[in-house]
């Protein structure tokens, strides 16, 4: 039958730390634009919906020089209208354009979009790209960083413990003079479910890359950096051949299903276009 | 349940009410208290229709649990503006012409609120933007848009944006526009009636199943429960359009997922729910058949025992899965062949579509103390669905009331009952009312679809270009149920030439049953499906004998005493001019840079007819009300144009007459909305209803001038004698007068029902009233290396006849064009052995604002021969030309061959990747 739970309303971390620690069946409900369409679907299973909407201590963006703090609790269309200059802001940008709609984007947030573990999650290529980490607490064992590529475990699935909240991502801020490419691939011009998303970073020394990060989303279970692309560009002189090497690289990355939103085919070869298309424009930069 | 106080700022008042944990924002404003203005289409985010401003942000109100909003404040479209003093950008909107069936109108309103709190002149890409997240099925968004770009021009006049104008020819404002732009409007789903419990319909999880066995018992005996109806205690019938097959539950065997197979009343929606999950239904399943042509094989699995046992009204010979056959001939087509120079072939093929209604199907039903059951529902027939509930329940028609509420949008989808029956039976069972209501899945699979085609062209041309030869093979697949499956196939087969003078031309028809969703009546029926064929074929033998596409079309075009295939004699024929306007605006000549290309594409189309009948009463002030029984299912051809045609034919003022909306015991019979037919038909009824009316105030007032008719004039308020204004009487007195002396208004009738049209050919359909012809064109780039389109911009012509309201015209225009590229672009649904992998609007993708490009509307007005001022139907045709207008464009930018919808990214690079082999 359709069970009653509780709805909490933390006035802070610490106290939605508590809250997550006391309770046994617990979600956690922040923009809502997942949770909610759930809960559309079927009657949501839970003892204790904790509402994470009113935590400004999610709200904010921190950024000195080196290192980016972006909380958990900061919408989609906070980070468009974001500027913090450089590649984050030249990925960041057409990345959140792309992302869903606006009505979507006022609610939907930086944590929710990651703990989601949507393949086709819009963030997680552009995060990946990065070198982003995240930021988990627990009332019990306090805080611990974790690579966004360990964070995301499968199909659905997270290293996020019970009693976890994902409080904020970081990464580094990337050099002034790296390069960077963003492209989704997807049936409408807005509000559309990627067919292929990729972010990309390079710094090249001349024309050799001297470091490479490339994220690959809804090619995979989860969205997933390009290894094999990257170490194919590692040192190497960004010319055609190395553009066509790592694309075919790009494409041993991925693994890539059949659905009804795309053939697994045409996702390989788009990984392979959109790899040479963005290693184009950043050698052409 | 776990309920807690919510106290929040609501409109800039303080609110304070009670929620549960599973409350959400939009189910408190709508349910608890009152706020029906903000809609629910998808309840998924998708569509945008629950938009409202949280704390000054644009929202969907369905992702927001109502305890989130605790000290916030919350802004609803009751809070913007109200009839008469309205927000400016309700002003823009009803100026513009940018609403129509209104039921995202609310929403749409709100994310243009929140564009215009932050910048006064937003550019034109910042309004798409604004509102990608709020689906229009209805206006293409091009006068919304323009509403934006008028409103932050500076253009936007309290004082003049609602336009009274009622003279034929002028923009007047549709009636309804002031209650849609602020919510007002009230809709299926907004019906509540004390003591209403909550109805769901229990499906089949196969696609092909024997039923075994039913047990209800355990849900029965759960608490809240107050009806269950299924097969065994429903006594059914046989009910359809042409071809009667369907029954409200599935007897015996299921044939697609998604077949009803109970329905269930309780006090909740989730005790619905969970007791239908709770009913115990054994299956065996069937070997199941979903391709078409796999259906018609002899070893195929059989749907129906005997397709013979149905009744049909048209001849036919039916056997196995092939439920509906027929072939037209005309001229001697292996004698064509042998003319021809070239004979150019090929297969073509469009997916099952969706209506698309942002406004989900829902139904209300109450049964009163002598047994009769009323029904409050969004249906575009409210007099057939009383026909269609008393067959299918074998009851008299006198059982039944349909209450039509406004429409979210029909195209078609609401041409069938799918709730209807299930709601009169619970509440009949359960002795109260019942609302139902499809979730935007259940849409996807529990309604009616487009019907999916394969069409195979042979067609041969002479080197200069005439076409002598064209034989066709279409097959339709109707899913589990023939429905309007033969009535699609007839009415594709007059699409089969296209516009095109073509001697020698053999049609088969086919449709198919197959274990997939059923078919119905989706928006110009069979139209697309033979536009992407026949005009993508057209610039293929194009391509094959060297020719301009243009040129081709302009050699073959129909001209006034050309036949159709049918044999109708076509008169005030404007092909050539409507493709002329088409190139020339879309500069034809022009040369195209690389990865880009243009495409044009004809079509001709019906406009409907049908009988109905129109009154017209006097008040008794002098101002008179119209009262029809159709229903305008959004273009608002019944609130502006037909009510023009009323005034044009009594000479008053258009807004002293008012129009009844009511129900099927108290309006006039009419056929429904559909067929293109609201201005043709119900205008001509209302007119001639006028012109009734009107000769009896000039008799009325013949008496008291002591004058002949015949001298007498009716202006604006009053009757005159010709010549001489200071001999008059007002209408107020006259209409007082008759109400005083006869204990009753003067009434004004009109019954229309037009003779057939003549052919000389035996044919299912025949010939067409009034036909209507149009041309589109299209620009366009594309990028070779992933396959994504971009669409530059968008020219559709029409020959409407005469344009009694140009602004609605061309908001037909452009909501069809949109609705045309989503099914060359994008609209598709997706079966996998007859379960639909994409139910929502998040997979099933309609274009967003951000998605339509730039789109002119032109207008030809050849007037029709027969009908109202030479008035054409302008309802359906647009959304036909768009499939074959990109496929062709396509075909120009890249030297590719098509071969079937929708042109996504994957399918452009499948053409790529075949060119290039």
Request: charged share 25%; hydrophobic share 40%.
């Given at each position: 039958m359709?069970?009653?739970?509780?709805?909490?309303?933390?006035?802070s971390?610490?106290?939605?730390?508590?809250?997550?620690?006391?309770?046994?069946g617990?979600q956690?409900l922040a923009?809502?634009?997942?949770?909610?369409v759930?809960?559309?679907?079927?009657?949501?299973?839970?003892e204790?919906l904790i509402?994470?909407?009113?935590?400004?201590?999610?709200?904010?963006?921190?950024?000195?020089?080196?290192?980016?703090?972006?909380?958990?609790?900061?919408?989609?269309?906070?980070?468009?209208?974001w500027?913090p200059?450089?590649?984050?802001?030249r990925?960041?940008?057409?990345m959140?354009?792309?992302f869903?709609?606006?009505?979507?984007?006022?609610?939907?947030?930086?944590?929710?979009?990651?703990?989601?573990?949507?393949?086709?999650?819009?963030?997680?290529?552009?995060l990946?790209?990065?070198?982003a980490?995240?930021?988990l607490?627990?009332?019990s064992?306090?805080?611990r960083?974790?690579?966004?590529?360990?964070?995301?475990?499968?199909?659905?699935?997270?290293a996020?413990?019970?009693?976890?909240?994902?409080?904020?991502i970081t990464?580094?801020?990337p050099?002034?003079?790296?390069?960077?490419?963003?492209?989704?691939?997807?049936?409408?011009?807005?509000?559309?479910?990627s067919?292929?998303?990729?972010a990309?970073?390079?710094?090249l020394?001349?024309?050799?890359?001297?470091?490479?990060?490339?994220g690959?989303?809804?090619?995979?279970?989860?969205?997933?950096?390009?290894?094999?692309?990257?170490?194919?560009?590692?040192?190497?002189?960004?010319n055609?051949?190395?553009?066509s090497?790592?694309?075919?690289?790009?494409?041993?990355?991925?693994?890539?299903?059949?659905?009804?939103?795309?053939?697994?085919?045409?996702r390989?070869?788009?990984?392979?276009?959109?790899?040479?298309?963005?290693?184009?424009?950043?050698?052409?930069? | 349940m776990?309920?807690?106080?919510?106290?929040?700022?609501?409109?800039?008042?303080?609110?304070?009410?009670?929620v549960?944990?599973?409350?959400?924002?939009?189910?408190?404003l709508?349910?608890?208290?009152?706020?029906t203005?903000?809609?629910e289409?998808?309840?998924?985010?998708?569509?945008?229709?629950?938009?409202?401003?949280?704390?000054?942000?644009?929202?969907?109100?369905c992702?927001?649990?109502?305890?989130?909003?605790?000290?916030?404040?919350?802004?609803t479209?009751?809070?913007?503006?109200?009839p008469g003093?309205?927000?400016?950008?309700?002003q823009?909107?009803?100026?513009?012409g940018?609403?129509?069936?209104?039921?995202?109108?609310?929403?749409?309103?709100?994310?243009?609120?929140?564009?215009?709190d932050?910048?006064?002149?937003?550019?034109?890409?910042?309004?798409?933007?604004?509102?990608s997240?709020?689906?229009c099925?209805?206006?293409?968004?091009?006068k919304?848009?323009?509403?934006?770009r008028?409103l932050?021009?500076?253009?936007?006049?309290?004082?003049?944006?609602?336009n009274?104008?009622?003279?034929l020819?002028?923009?007047?404002?549709?009636m309804?526009?002031e209650?849609?732009v602020?919510?007002?409007?009230?809709?299926?789903?907004?019906?509540?009636l004390?003591r209403m419990i909550?109805?769901?319909?229990?499906?089949?999880?196969?696609?092909?199943?024997?039923?075994?066995?039913?047990?209800?018992?355990?849900?029965?005996?759960?608490?809240?429960?107050?009806a269950?109806?299924?097969?065994?205690?429903?006594?059914?019938?046989?009910?359809g359009?042409?071809l009667?097959d369907y029954r409200?539950?599935?007897v015996?065997?299921?044939?697609?997922?998604?077949?009803?197979?109970?329905?269930?009343?309780?006090?909740t929606?989730?005790?619905?729910?969970?007791?239908?999950?709770?009913?115990?239904?054994?299956?065996?399943?069937?070997?199941?058949v979903?391709?078409p042509?796999?259906?018609?094989a002899?070893?195929?699995?059989?749907?129906?025992?005997?397709c013979?046992?149905?009744?049909?009204?048209?001849?036919?010979?039916?056997?196995?899965?092939?439920?509906?056959?027929?072939?037209v001939?005309?001229?001697?087509?292996e004698k064509?062949?042998a003319?021809?120079?070239?004979?150019?072939?090929?297969?073509?093929?469009?997916?099952?579509?969706?209506?698309g209604s942002?406004e989900?199907?829902?139904?209300?039903?109450?049964?009163?103390?002598n047994?009769?059951?009323?029904?409050?529902?969004?249906?575009?027939?409210?007099?057939?669905?009383?026909?269609?509930?008393?067959?299918a329940?074998k009851?008299?028609?006198s059982?039944?009331?349909?209450?039509?509420?406004?429409?979210?949008?029909g195209f078609?989808?609401k041409?069938?009952?799918?709730?209807?029956?299930?709601?009169?039976?619970?509440?009949e069972?359960?002795?109260?009312?019942?609302?139902?209501?499809?979730?935007?899945e259940e849409?996807?699979?529990g309604?009616?679809?487009?019907?999916?085609?394969?069409?195979?062209?042979?067609?041969?041309?002479?080197?200069?270009?005439?076409?002598?030869?064209?034989?066709v093979?279409m097959?339709?697949?109707?899913g589990a149920?023939?429905?309007?499956?033969?009535?699609?196939?007839?009415?594709?087969?007059?699409?089969?030439t296209?516009?095109?003078?073509?001697?020698?031309?053999?049609?088969?028809?086919?449709?198919?049953?197959?274990?997939?969703v059923?078919?119905?009546?989706?928006?110009c029926?069979?139209g697309p499906?033979?536009?992407?064929?026949?005009e993508a074929h057209?610039?293929?033998?194009?391509r094959?004998?060297?020719?301009?596409?243009?040129?081709?079309r302009?050699?073959?075009?129909?001209?006034?005493?050309?036949?159709t295939?049918?044999g109708?004699?076509?008169?005030?024929?404007?092909?050539?001019?409507?493709l002329?306007k088409?190139?020339?605006?879309?500069?034809?000549?022009?040369?195209?840079?690389p990865?880009?290309?243009?495409?044009?594409a004809?079509?001709?189309w019906?406009s409907?007819?049908?009988?109905?009948?129109?009154?017209?009463?006097?008040?008794?002030?002098?101002?008179f009300?119209?009262?029809?029984?159709?229903?305008?299912?959004?273009?608002?051809g019944?609130t502006?144009s037909?009510?023009?045609?009323a005034?044009?034919?009594?000479?008053?003022p258009?807004?002293?007459?008012?129009?009844?909306?009511?129900?099927?015991d108290?309006?006039?019979w009419?056929?429904?909305?559909?067929?293109?037919?609201m201005?043709?038909?119900?205008?001509?009824?209302?007119?001639?209803?006028?012109e009734?009316i009107?000769?009896?105030?000039?008799?009325e007032?013949?008496?008291?001038?002591?004058?002949?008719?015949?001298?007498?004039e009716l202006?604006?308020?009053?009757?005159q004698?010709?010549?001489d204004p200071?001999?008059?009487?007002?209408?107020?007195?006259?209409?007082?007068q008759?109400h005083k002396?006869?204990?009753?208004?003067?009434?004004g009738?009109?019954?229309?029902?037009?003779?057939?049209?003549?052919?000389?050919?035996k044919?299912?359909?025949?010939g067409?009233?009034?036909?209507?012809f149009?041309?589109?064109?299209?620009?366009?780039?594309?990028?070779?290396?992933?396959?994504e389109?971009?669409?530059?911009?968008?020219?559709?012509?029409?020959?409407v006849?005469?344009?009694?309201?140009?602004?609605?015209?061309?908001?037909?225009?452009?909501?069809g064009?949109?609705?045309?590229?989503?099914?060359?672009?994008m609209?598709?649904?997706?079966?996998?052995e007859?379960?639909?992998?994409?139910?929502?609007?998040?997979?099933?993708?309609l274009?967003?604002?951000?998605?339509?490009?730039?789109?002119?509307s032109?207008l030809?007005e050849?007037?029709?021969?027969?009908?109202p001022?030479?008035?054409?139907?302008?309802?359906?045709?647009p959304?036909?030309?768009?499939?074959g207008?990109?496929?062709?464009?396509l075909?120009?930018?890249i030297?590719?061959?098509?071969?079937?919808?929708?042109?996504?990214?994957e399918e452009?690079?499948?053409?790529?990747?075949?060119?290039?082999?």
């Open positions: 359709i069970n009653d739970f509780n709805f909490v309303q933390p006035s971390v610490a106290e939605a730390l508590e809250a997550l620690s006391t309770n046994d617990v956690a923009g809502g634009t997942n949770v909610m759930n809960m559309k679907r079927a009657p949501l299973q839970t204790c509402d994470l909407s009113k935590l400004d201590e999610l709200k904010t963006i921190c950024e000195d020089d080196d290192c980016i703090r972006l909380g958990a609790g900061v919408t989609i269309s906070e980070l468009l209208n500027k200059g450089g590649v984050v802001e990925l960041m940008q057409p959140c354009h792309a869903a709609g606006p009505l979507i984007r006022n609610l939907a947030t930086v944590g929710g979009n990651v703990c989601d573990t949507s393949a086709a999650a819009d963030l997680s290529p552009v990946l790209a990065l070198n980490s995240v930021e607490q627990s009332a064992q306090g805080s960083m974790l690579d966004l590529r360990d964070f995301f475990q499968g199909v659905r699935k997270t996020l413990r019970k009693d976890e909240l994902l409080t904020a990464f580094a801020r050099d002034d003079d790296a390069r960077c490419f963003y492209y989704k691939l997807g049936k409408r011009k807005a509000d559309a479910i067919i292929v998303s990729i990309m970073i390079l710094k020394d001349k024309d050799i890359v001297s470091a490479s990060s490339i690959l989303g809804a090619v995979a279970p989860v969205a997933l950096r390009a290894v094999a692309a990257e170490n194919t560009l590692k040192g190497a002189a960004l055609d051949d190395t553009i090497a790592a694309a075919e690289a790009a494409v041993s990355d991925s693994s890539p299903i059949d659905d009804f939103r795309a053939g697994g085919d045409y390989r070869q788009m990984v392979e276009v959109l790899v040479k298309k963005g290693l184009n424009a950043i050698k052409d930069a | 776990n309920k807690k106080t919510l106290n929040f700022s609501l409109n800039g008042l303080a609110e304070s009410i009670e549960t944990p599973r409350t959400r924002l939009l189910d408190a709508r349910n608890k208290l009152g706020l203005g903000t809609k289409g998808c309840g998924t985010g998708d569509c945008g229709s629950c938009t409202v401003l949280l704390d000054g942000k644009a929202v969907n109100s992702m927001v649990a109502a305890l989130q909003v605790e000290g916030c404040e919350v802004t479209i009751e809070g913007v503006g109200k003093d309205l927000h400016p950008v309700q823009a909107m009803v100026q513009e940018g609403i129509q069936c209104g039921f995202c109108t609310p929403g749409m309103v709100m994310s243009l609120k929140s564009l215009f932050e910048e006064s002149n937003p550019n034109e890409e910042a309004v798409r933007v604004a509102i997240s709020n689906l099925r209805c206006t293409g968004y091009t919304i848009i323009e509403a934006a008028a932050g021009a500076g253009e936007v006049d309290a004082k003049t944006a609602i009274k104008d009622g003279a020819g002028s923009s007047m404002t549709r309804d526009a209650e849609k602020t919510g007002r409007a009230i809709y299926a789903e907004d019906v509540q004390p909550h109805g769901v319909v229990l499906r089949s999880p196969y696609a092909h199943a024997k039923i075994l066995s039913f047990d209800s018992s355990e849900a029965e005996r759960l608490p809240g429960v107050k269950i109806v299924s097969a065994a205690d429903t006594d059914m019938d046989y009910f359009y042409e009667h409200v539950f599935a015996d065997k299921v044939r697609f997922r998604g077949e009803p197979v109970a329905a269930v009343a309780a006090t929606i989730d005790i619905a729910r969970h007791a239908a999950s709770k009913i115990k239904v054994e299956y065996e399943e069937l070997p199941a979903f391709d042509e796999a259906a018609m002899d070893d195929a699995p059989l749907l129906h025992d005997d013979n046992a149905y009744a049909l009204d048209w001849e036919t010979e039916r056997s196995g899965n092939l439920c509906y056959q027929m072939k001939d005309d001229g001697d087509i064509g062949f003319e021809a120079d070239e004979i150019v072939e090929a297969e073509y093929e469009t997916p099952e579509a969706h209506p942002i989900p199907h829902s139904s209300t039903a109450m049964m009163d103390a047994g009769r059951i009323t029904v409050w529902t969004t249906t575009q027939k409210p007099f057939a669905f009383r026909g269609f509930l008393a067959k329940l009851r008299p028609i059982t039944f009331k349909i209450i039509p509420t406004q429409i979210g949008g078609g989808g041409l069938f009952p799918c709730l209807e029956p299930y709601a009169a039976l619970l509440a069972r359960a002795d109260l009312p019942v609302q139902m209501t499809l979730t935007r849409e996807m699979y309604t009616l679809l487009r019907h999916p085609s394969k069409v195979k062209l042979k067609t041969g041309v002479k080197n200069d270009g005439t076409l002598v030869a064209h034989s093979r097959l339709f697949n109707t149920y023939g429905l309007y499956g033969p009535n699609t196939s007839a009415l594709a087969s007059l699409m089969a296209g516009p095109y003078r073509i001697p020698n031309v053999s049609i088969t028809g086919l449709v198919a049953y197959t274990n997939n059923p078919c119905g009546s989706v928006r029926p069979g499906q033979m536009a992407f064929a026949v057209i610039d293929k033998i194009a094959c004998i060297d020719m301009d596409p243009l040129a081709l302009l050699k073959n075009a129909w001209e006034d005493g050309d036949y295939c049918s109708q004699k076509l008169e005030s024929v404007s092909i050539k001019e409507c002329q088409a190139a020339d605006a879309i500069d034809w000549d022009k040369p195209r840079q990865g880009e290309g243009k495409g044009i004809a079509n001709w019906v409907g007819t049908w009988g109905t009948q129109s009154l017209i009463e006097s008040n008794e002030d002098g101002t009300r119209l009262i029809t029984g159709t229903v305008d299912m959004g273009p608002g019944l502006s037909v009510l023009q045609l005034a044009e034919g009594l000479g008053v258009v807004d002293s007459i008012t129009l009844v909306q009511g129900d099927t108290t309006m006039p009419d056929h429904g909305t559909g067929g293109s037919r201005t043709f038909t119900i205008g001509k009824s209302a007119y001639e209803a006028a009734d009107k000769r009896q105030l000039l008799e007032a013949a008496n008291d001038l002591e004058a002949s008719v015949n001298d007498l202006v604006k308020d009053r009757v004698v010709c010549g200071a001999s008059h009487v007002l209408l107020s007195k006259l209409c007082y008759r002396k006869h204990g009753g208004p003067m009434v009738v009109s019954s229309v029902l037009d003779d057939p049209v003549p052919t000389t050919k044919h299912p359909i025949g067409f009233p009034a036909p209507s149009c041309a589109h064109a299209v620009e366009l780039s594309v990028d070779e290396s992933t396959g389109i971009d669409l530059k911009r968008y020219v559709a012509v029409h020959d006849g005469n344009a009694i309201n140009p602004v609605g015209c061309e908001g037909q225009i452009e909501g064009v949109a609705m045309g590229l989503g099914m060359a672009l609209e598709e649904i997706r079966e996998e007859g379960r639909v992998m994409n139910p929502g609007f998040a997979d099933y993708l274009l967003t604002a951000e998605d339509m490009p730039p789109t002119q032109i030809v050849q007037p029709a021969v027969e009908g001022f030479g008035i054409k139907g302008v309802g359906e045709p959304i036909a030309p768009p499939t207008a990109v496929a062709n464009a075909i120009d930018a030297d590719v061959d098509v071969a079937r919808l929708p042109l996504t990214p452009v690079s499948a053409r790529i990747r075949i060119r290039q082999s």
